[in-house]
């Protein structure tokens, strides 16, 4: 119990400073621009009217006024849609946003005098601002009565500024102070509302939950699916849960969410097949109470072979062989139960500790496997094609029928390219000429294109999977993997030793790395 409200603690505090979660900023940033266009409409409108009903009281100031508020917010609004900022951006400048409008609006609310026979004039539009504002912006209590008693003071500095520029008579003192009382109220109003609101958004611990897992944080979101950082509630064990929301699902068509449904699960079945330990284990699959589909697998403690090879560059040839022998393991296994994977890259492999282990390989995002048993169900989105471009066999760019287990050896042979030489396969500008490239030109060996040393029987190895033809390539990762170690036996193995000492160096226990 200690445990859980030390990080529920530490969750609001990192958010009153600005670091809210991905999701939640994000769904933050949205909301908060939609208000900023609706709210864009509503004055442009009510500045129309008042120019229509009442003429001579719509002064200069008011046309400024009222430009000076629909205008930024429709670019605010704008900018959102256009992805010129990310997310987070967008919502860390929100609160500004929300005071700097207030004083446009403000001061469009003063422009035309008041008549001397009205005690008080409503409510200020300064009130549903500064509400709306707050409730849509989930960005902790302090922030937001901060951000609410910035915005309700616009309204006495617009007043002042209506004094100066216009002719108007002044208000008494005590209709003043009943006008401007009430945003400085709401203010108070919309942090209590926003101290609920933003624990439900902020602190996923306590709102989001996947059957037995409670989700922390998120680590990764693709065109598909999200992947969070999770807990099980029971056992205190740390796990990746991977999950199709149900909003999601009910964007597409009946077709489409059906289709995703069902890779989802054959995901999910084609990881609980497979037993090689480097493949990664799954815990548990379910339905959401709100239609969400998830599974849940083991959280890995440490890093791609993409992060590996950006953050250390190019890796010794021996442990390349080292990574490619554990690769071969759980691949050479999903082909055996008759699954191609067909989206071997370097964000799909780490290694990880494990136990008492280092350098330990797992392979993981199954999304894409495809069964080569007979009675394979044909399940294909319009324009879809599987895998990605810079790790792509030349047979599934051109959509070939018959894709079998060497299309992943092909992937794996981009996999140690990158490896060995920190470079692509293929540097082409586009994903379609990626492709292209795969299945037209010529290929530079690995050796060509970095200053270390590679063993003559690596580069065969890594050679003969880059092949055009299937045909031309190793049978199986069986095949593949008898060569690898033939290589090593004869330029040397990557020990466990050695393992030990890059980690203690680059990655000591508790040192900040990836995981999933």
């Known amino acids: 119990m200690r445990a859980e409200?030390?990080?529920?603690?530490?969750?609001?505090?990192?958010?009153?400073?600005?670091?809210?979660?991905?999701?939640?900023?994000?769904?933050?940033?949205?909301?908060?621009?939609?208000?900023?266009?609706?709210?864009?409409?509503?004055?442009?409108?009510?500045?129309?009217?008042?120019?229509?009903?009442?003429?001579?009281?719509?002064?200069?100031?008011?046309?400024?006024?009222?430009?000076?508020?629909?205008?930024?917010?429709?670019?605010?609004?704008?900018v959102n849609r256009a992805g010129w900022l990310t997310v987070r951006t967008l919502a860390a400048i929100g609160p500004f946003y929300v005071v700097a409008a207030a004083f446009p609006l403000a001061l469009f609310e003063h422009s035309p005098p008041w008549p001397a026979d009205w005690p008080v004039r409503g409510t200020s539009l300064l009130s549903l601002w500064i509400v709306v504002t707050g409730v849509v912006l989930p960005n902790g209590p302090v922030r937001t009565l901060l951000t609410g008693l910035a915005a309700a003071s616009m309204g006495p500095l617009a007043y002042l500024a209506t004094r100066f520029l216009t002719d108007n008579p002044p208000l008494p003192g005590n209709r003043l102070a009943v006008w401007s009382i009430v945003p400085f109220l709401m203010a108070g109003c919309a942090a209590l509302i926003n101290w609920r609101l933003y624990r439900a958004e902020a602190d996923p611990g306590e709102a989001r939950e996947m059957g037995s897992y409670q989700l922390l944080s998120l680590l990764g979101r693709g065109g598909m699916g999200e992947v969070w950082r999770a807990r099980h509630r029971m056992l205190a064990l740390n796990a990746a849960v991977k999950l199709i929301r149900a909003e999601v699902l009910q964007a597409h068509t009946g077709r489409e969410a059906e289709i995703m449904r069902r890779r989802f699960e054959r995901e999910a079945r084609a990881i609980a097949a497979l037993r090689s330990p480097h493949a990664v284990a799954l815990y548990d699959y379910g339905?959401?109470?709100?239609?969400?589909?998830?599974?849940?697998?083991?959280?890995?403690?440490?890093?791609?072979?993409?992060?590996?090879?950006?953050?250390?560059?190019?890796?010794?040839?021996?442990?390349?062989?080292?990574?490619?022998?554990?690769?071969?393991?759980?691949?050479?296994?999903?082909?055996?139960?008759?699954?191609?994977?067909?989206?071997?890259?370097?964000?799909?492999?780490?290694?990880?500790?494990?136990?008492?282990?280092?350098?330990?390989?797992?392979?993981?995002?199954?999304?894409?496997?495809?069964?080569?048993?007979?009675?394979?169900?044909?399940?294909?989105?319009?324009?879809?094609?599987?895998?990605?471009?810079?790790?792509?066999a030349p047979e599934i760019a051109?959509?070939?029928?018959?894709?079998?287990?060497?299309?992943?050896?092909?992937?794996?042979?981009?996999?140690?390219?990158?490896?060995?030489?920190?470079?692509?396969?293929?540097?082409?500008?586009?994903?379609?000429?990626?492709?292209?490239?795969?299945?037209?030109?010529?290929?530079?060996?690995?050796?060509?294109?970095?200053?270390?040393?590679?063993?003559?029987?690596?580069?065969?190895?890594?050679?003969?999977?880059?092949?055009?033809?299937?045909?031309?390539?190793?049978?199986?990762?069986?095949?593949?993997?008898?060569?690898?170690?033939?290589?090593?036996?004869?330029?040397?193995?990557?020990?466990?030793?050695?393992?030990?000492?890059?980690?203690?160096?680059?990655?000591?226990?508790?040192?900040?790395?990836?995981?999933?």
């Open 5 to 78: 409200t030390t990080h529920r603690l530490a969750s609001l505090g990192r958010a009153s400073a600005g670091a809210l979660p991905e999701e939640t900023a994000q769904r933050a940033a949205g909301r908060l621009c939609w208000v900023a266009a609706i709210a864009a409409v509503i004055v442009a409108a009510m500045a129309v009217l008042q120019f229509w009903l009442q003429p001579d009281a719509f002064a200069a100031t008011a046309r400024l006024s009222a430009l000076a508020f629909v205008l930024p917010s429709l670019f605010y609004a704008a």
């Open 287 to 392: 339905v959401a109470e709100d239609g969400s589909f998830y599974y849940a697998m083991e959280f890995l403690d440490g890093l791609s072979l993409e992060h590996l090879v950006s953050r250390f560059g190019p890796q010794p040839p021996a442990r390349v062989i080292h990574i490619l022998l554990q690769a071969c393991d759980s691949i050479g296994e999903a082909h055996q139960l008759g699954l191609v994977h067909r989206d071997l890259k370097p964000t799909n492999i780490f290694v990880c500790r494990l136990g008492l282990n280092v350098d330990f390989v797992k392979v993981l995002d199954f999304g894409l496997v495809k069964t080569i048993l007979p009675g394979e169900t044909r399940m294909t989105l319009d324009g879809f094609t599987a895998g990605t471009p810079a790790y792509m």
């Open 398 to 516: 051109t959509g070939s029928a018959g894709i079998d287990g060497r299309a992943d050896l092909y992937s794996l042979g981009c996999v140690a390219y990158w490896l060995l030489t920190g470079r692509l396969v293929f540097e082409e500008p586009s994903p379609v000429a990626m492709a292209l490239a795969h299945v037209q030109n010529q290929l530079v060996p690995p050796s060509e294109r970095t200053e270390l040393q590679i063993p003559p029987c690596l580069e065969r190895a890594v050679m003969a999977c880059l092949e055009k033809r299937p045909e031309d390539r190793p049978r199986s990762a069986i095949e593949l993997a008898a060569m690898l170690r033939l290589c090593a036996d004869n330029t040397g193995h990557w020990s466990a030793a050695d393992a030990e000492r890059w980690w203690q160096l680059n990655l000591p226990s508790g040192a900040p790395g990836s995981a999933a």
